[in-house]
């Protein structure tokens, strides 16, 4: 089954803008916020971004205390050649919604093995740098707009 190209990026930050990062299991030295692809072409793009961050993190978006907040953002990006081979052939490009987490800084973070390395809280300046993704450095460096 290929990956339907419409996916989720979400920043996941402390009040004060420290920046969560998660490097990726298939390529080390990779860091990047959570992202993944819709499940399916009708899946409310919220409940992508509660399944992702909660597969990616363990961190539960219940709405009250820990909320996901959608940046009414989309970014159309070239897919990666190394990964095009999980789309349907001719697929070479991906839109990506845009949504941010905040937590508090001791919040436990499960990393999926499978996906994930290891993780580190970074000021976001710096988080922006640290990322392989151009938009998500990019979103990263506008989270002091989207917060408060």
């Known amino acids: 089954m290929h990956k339907i190209p ?3 990026l979400v920043v996941i930050h402390t009040p004060a803008l420290e920046v969560l990062l998660i490097e990726r299991a298939d390529r080390p ?11 399916a072409p ?17 961190i539960a978006a219940d709405g009250a205390d820990i909320a996901l907040r959608d940046w009414h953002l989309s970014n159309i990006y070239e897919i ?4 095009r081979h999980r789309y349907a052939p001719g697929v070479t490009h991906n839109t990506e919604h845009v949504f941010s ?15 994930h390395l290891r993780h580190l809280w970074l000021p ?14 990019e979103a990263i460096l506008q989270l002091p707009r989207h917060v408060g």
């Open 101 to 115: 987490v905040c937590v508090p800084r001791d919040t436990p973070i499960v990393l999926s093995p499978r996906e």
């Open 29 to 39: 030295g990779f860091w990047q916020s959570v992202t993944g692809s819709l499940d």
């Open 124 to 137: 976001y300046p710096e988080a922006a740098d640290r990322c392989f993704s151009a938009s998500n450095a």
């Open 42 to 58: 009708d899946e409310a793009l919220i409940d992508t971004a509660a399944r992702e961050l909660m597969e990616e993190t363990g």
């Open 6 to 8: 419409e996916s989720v």
């Open 80 to 83: 990666y050649p190394v990964w």
